[in-house]
T-cell receptor, first 112, second 118 residues
Framework: GNSVTQMEGPVTLSEEAFLTINCTYTATGYPSLFWYVQYPGEGLQLLLKATKADDKGSNKGFEATYRKETTSFHLEKGSVQVSDSAVYFCALWGGSNYKLTFGKGTLLTVNP | GAVVSQHPSRVICKSGTSVKIECRSLDFQATTMFWYRQFPKQSLMLMATSNEGSKATYEQGVEKDKFLINHASLTLSTLTVTSAHPEDSSFYIC??????????????FGPGTRLTVT
């Protein structure tokens, strides 16, 4: 079956620091990959996605590249802001089933 | 963009009572909706897939008689927690895919419902 493994948190950074949150997956076929963000007290919002190998998803300064050879979809941002503090979820759709499979989430705290 | 709403956002109920949570797609039709449960500081656990006009499909280990799902229309799915107990306290989230012919796997999530059973 499908599975997603992402970096355990929490991650604490200073403002303007570089962010990487690792995500790897296991799936058959050609799944779509996503990063969702959950701000405190809110539901999930789609941050970015990639639907095929070598695609790069980007939004709000965040980027992630679909690497089929390493089955990875790491999230990066060059300079984080306090407002980026949230829980980030890596997820995949497709592969062996058409349901979203989530990683466990990574709590990011950015300090001023 | 597509919007999914949930009602209520928070509910407190007494043990043994039932609670209904609504999930609506506001500006698109959703023949399928998904219900998740999120425990504190943990990931989302898929509970069931709600299908308009047919029975819901439940994930392994989810009691279908306890978590009743009704997909009454193309824009509304409801989750009823029957005979709720404190261990049912959780954050319940629904989502719906936007089948636009292209990114059909893109999900839109409701803001969630915080259920507390006392």
């Amino acid at each position: 079956g499908n599975s997603v493994t992402q970096m355990e948190g929490p991650v604490t950074l200073s403002e303007e620091a570089f962010l990487t949150i690792n995500c790897t997956y296991t799936a058959t076929g050609y799944p779509s990959l996503f990063w969702y963000v959950q701000y405190p007290g809110e539901g999930l919002q789609l941050l970015l996605k990639a639907t095929k190998a070598d695609d790069k998803g980007s939004n709000k300064g965040f980027e992630a590249t679909y690497r089929k050879e390493t089955t990875s979809f790491h999230l990066e941002k060059g300079s984080v802001q306090v407002s980026d503090s949230a829980v980030y979820f890596c997820a995949l759709w497709g592969g062996s089933n058409y349901k979203l499979t989530f990683g466990k989430g990574t709590l990011l705290t950015v300090n001023p | 963009g597509a919007v999914v709403s949930q009602h209520p956002s928070r509910v407190i109920c007494k043990s043994g009572t039932s609670v209904k949570i609504e999930c609506r797609s506001l500006d698109f039709q959703a023949t399928t909706m998904f219900w998740y449960r999120q425990f504190p500081k943990q990931s989302l656990m898929l509970m069931a897939t709600s299908n308009e006009g047919s029975k819901a499909t439940y994930e392994q280990g989810v009691e279908k008689d306890k978590f009743l799902i009704n997909h009454a229309s193309l824009t509304l799915s409801t989750l009823t927690v029957t005979s709720a107990h404190p261990e049912d306290s959780s954050f319940y989230i629904c989502s719906a895919p936007l089948w636009d012919g292209g990114a059909g796997d893109e999900q839109y999530f409701g803001p969630g419902t915080r259920l507390t059973v006392t």
